[in-house]
């Protein structure tokens, strides 16, 4: 078993470049399925596992992936698998995302139901609706969802209930090569549907309206392989600004677009912290004492759940009482507990949490329940007295390239460490990526 030992005290300082985002890459990943001619190249593809995990499921479609350092290349020519099994799609949700180019590519699509995770039970139902609304029948049973279509999807009108990325995206997937026009209304806004919409045009899609609530997608007949470069990711870039923050440091997040984190940004200035866009990145610089803030979880372009962990590990080591309100997951604060366990002090009232800051928290042995618990409790870690000792690292691993590294040149003391008698994480079977 891997685990990450911390300990804090120690000030960041220097610069730290951010890598492409998870989030982007997965369904741009996915939509490579759509493409008959030609190769997707993708530049700027993060080393992580939920990567490694999407290609293994392309593979299984029939797809060939190949890795060259940070670029991707996917030719999906000859796929024609239509089957995503448990095996794959248990370990990461957003191998749902095949569905959508799968129906649309070849009018049939068998995939694993997901089912939920540490941060809630995460339905599909968005996805199904739309599918249906263009035409598919939609059948459940042995744990596997079965979508079929005769002939072209049709293109119609799609009210999203919430506005869900995930939803959004596989709509927006299937409908490129829809029969007519598909207008997906309260479709998610996120920096990253916008970056799908890029690489499908770039394909010979036509996407328009992307990164507003009403996307209209036009059908094409057929689809094509492109080039692209994925945006760098906001969650990851977040993360670091927080890590300046608690640290009281001064770090330049380089390759950070300020616009997708201007809620982070917000807050962490409403809190004293200097944040500034600087040619090349963001410098967040932190000194003294912060003030308390409340934050409210919402879609894009609103304060992103993602965030929500690490900015309370942030408010644990902040003088005063602090509020930070989950609205898009009902169950997104089981690293709440843990950081108890380092003594934060914090109480959960329905879907608040009231955190009352404490000079320094105390080192612990903790565990990470999920992605953005296991970074909230690292940056908690380095506001720390002692030694904090990190397990569940294969959450960490799904999301952040090279965490430890990037956080050791900038100052911290830190650690990754192998206990020589457990499984190892599925990133050493890439050692060319390393
Ligand atoms: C791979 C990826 O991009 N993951 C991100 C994506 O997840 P994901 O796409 O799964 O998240 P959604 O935007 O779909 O979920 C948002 C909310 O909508 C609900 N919902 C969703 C779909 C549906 O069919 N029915 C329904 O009710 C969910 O339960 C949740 O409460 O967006 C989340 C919200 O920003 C982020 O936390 C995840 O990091
Ligand atoms: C919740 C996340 O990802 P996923 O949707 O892949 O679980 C995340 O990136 O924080």
Redesign the pocket.
């Given at each position: 078993m891997d685990k990450i030992i911390v300990r804090g005290g120690n000030r960041l300082t220097g610069r730290v470049r951010i890598h492409g985002a998870?989030?982007a890459v997965?369904p741009i990943i996915a939509a490579t399925i759509l493409g008959t001619t030609g190769k997707s190249v993708i530049h700027e593809t993060p080393a992580l596992d939920d990567v490694y995990t999407i290609s293994d499921v392309l593979r299984h479609l029939g797809a060939q992936v190949t890795f060259f350092g940070d670029r991707l290349v996917v030719d999906a020519t000859s796929l024609d698998g239509y089957e995503a099994p448990y095996e794959l799609v248990r370990k990461m949700?957003?191998s749902f995302l095949v569905m959508g180019p799968l129906l649309a590519r070849l009018g049939r699509a068998r995939i694993a139901l997901p089912g939920g995770c540490a941060i809630?039970?995460?339905?599909?139902?968005?996805?199904l609706k739309g599918f249906e609304a263009m035409g598919a029948s939609i059948e459940m049973g042995h744990g596997f969802v079965e979508a079929r279509v005769h002939g072209r999807l049709k293109g119609t009108r799609i009210y999203l209930?919430?506005?869900?990325?995930?939803?959004t995206e596989n709509i927006m997937m299937a409908a490129t090569l829809a029969e007519g026009t598909t207008v997906i209304e309260n479709a998610?806004m996120?920096p990253?549907i916008v970056d799908l919409a890029t690489f499908l045009n770039a394909m010979g899609a036509r996407v328009r309206g992307a990164g507003t609530g009403t996307i209209r997608i036009d059908g094409v007949e057929a689809l094509h392989g492109t080039t692209h470069t994925v945006i760098p990711d906001r969650i990851e870039a977040g993360t670091f600004m927080v890590a300046a923050a608690i640290t009281r440091g001064n770090v330049l997040v380089e390759g950070a677009i300020y616009d997708h984190v201007r809620a982070v940004a917000a807050k962490l200035s409403e809190m004293g912290v200097y944040v500034e866009e600087e040619d090349g990145g963001i410098r967040v610089v932190a000194e003294g004492r912060l003030r308390p803030v409340d934050v409210k979880t919402l879609?894009y372009p609103g304060f992103?759940?993602?965030m929500q962990a690490q900015m309370m590990a942030l408010l644990a080591v902040t003088e005063g009482t602090s509020t930070v309100t989950e609205t898009?997951?009902?169950n997104r604060f089981m690293h709440v507990e843990e950081l108890k366990r380092m003594n934060a002090q914090i109480r959960i009232e329905g879907r608040s949490a009231i955190i009352d800051g404490v000079p320094r928290l105390s080192g612990a042995k903790v565990c990470a329940t999920d992605l953005r618990a296991g970074a909230a409790l690292v940056l908690a870690g380095m506001a720390a007295d002692g030694e904090t000792e990190v397990t569940g690292l294969h959450h960490i691993d799904r999301g952040y390239v090279d965490l430890v590294g990037k956080l050791r040149r900038l100052g911290a003391d830190i650690a990754r460490v192998s206990e020589p008698d457990a499984a190892a994480p599925s990133t050493r079977a890439y050692p060319h990526l390393a």
């Amino acid at each position: 078993m891997d685990k990450i030992i911390v300990r804090g005290g120690n000030r960041l300082t220097g610069r730290v470049r951010i890598h492409g985002a998870k989030n982007a890459v997965l369904p741009i990943i996915a939509a490579t399925i759509l493409g008959t001619t030609g190769k997707s190249v993708i530049h700027e593809t993060p080393a992580l596992d939920d990567v490694y995990t999407i290609s293994d499921v392309l593979r299984h479609l029939g797809a060939q992936v190949t890795f060259f350092g940070d670029r991707l290349v996917v030719d999906a020519t000859s796929l024609d698998g239509y089957e995503a099994p448990y095996e794959l799609v248990r370990k990461m949700r957003a191998s749902f995302l095949v569905m959508g180019p799968l129906l649309a590519r070849l009018g049939r699509a068998r995939i694993a139901l997901p089912g939920g995770c540490a941060i809630g039970s995460r339905p599909i139902d968005q996805h199904l609706k739309g599918f249906e609304a263009m035409g598919a029948s939609i059948e459940m049973g042995h744990g596997f969802v079965e979508a079929r279509v005769h002939g072209r999807l049709k293109g119609t009108r799609i009210y999203l209930d919430v506005p869900s990325v995930g939803a959004t995206e596989n709509i927006m997937m299937a409908a490129t090569l829809a029969e007519g026009t598909t207008v997906i209304e309260n479709a998610a806004m996120e920096p990253e549907i916008v970056d799908l919409a890029t690489f499908l045009n770039a394909m010979g899609a036509r996407v328009r309206g992307a990164g507003t609530g009403t996307i209209r997608i036009d059908g094409v007949e057929a689809l094509h392989g492109t080039t692209h470069t994925v945006i760098p990711d906001r969650i990851e870039a977040g993360t670091f600004m927080v890590a300046a923050a608690i640290t009281r440091g001064n770090v330049l997040v380089e390759g950070a677009i300020y616009d997708h984190v201007r809620a982070v940004a917000a807050k962490l200035s409403e809190m004293g912290v200097y944040v500034e866009e600087e040619d090349g990145g963001i410098r967040v610089v932190a000194e003294g004492r912060l003030r308390p803030v409340d934050v409210k979880t919402l879609p894009y372009p609103g304060f992103p759940t993602d965030m929500q962990a690490q900015m309370m590990a942030l408010l644990a080591v902040t003088e005063g009482t602090s509020t930070v309100t989950e609205t898009v997951f009902e169950n997104r604060f089981m690293h709440v507990e843990e950081l108890k366990r380092m003594n934060a002090q914090i109480r959960i009232e329905g879907r608040s949490a009231i955190i009352d800051g404490v000079p320094r928290l105390s080192g612990a042995k903790v565990c990470a329940t999920d992605l953005r618990a296991g970074a909230a409790l690292v940056l908690a870690g380095m506001a720390a007295d002692g030694e904090t000792e990190v397990t569940g690292l294969h959450h960490i691993d799904r999301g952040y390239v090279d965490l430890v590294g990037k956080l050791r040149r900038l100052g911290a003391d830190i650690a990754r460490v192998s206990e020589p008698d457990a499984a190892a994480p599925s990133t050493r079977a890439y050692p060319h990526l390393a």
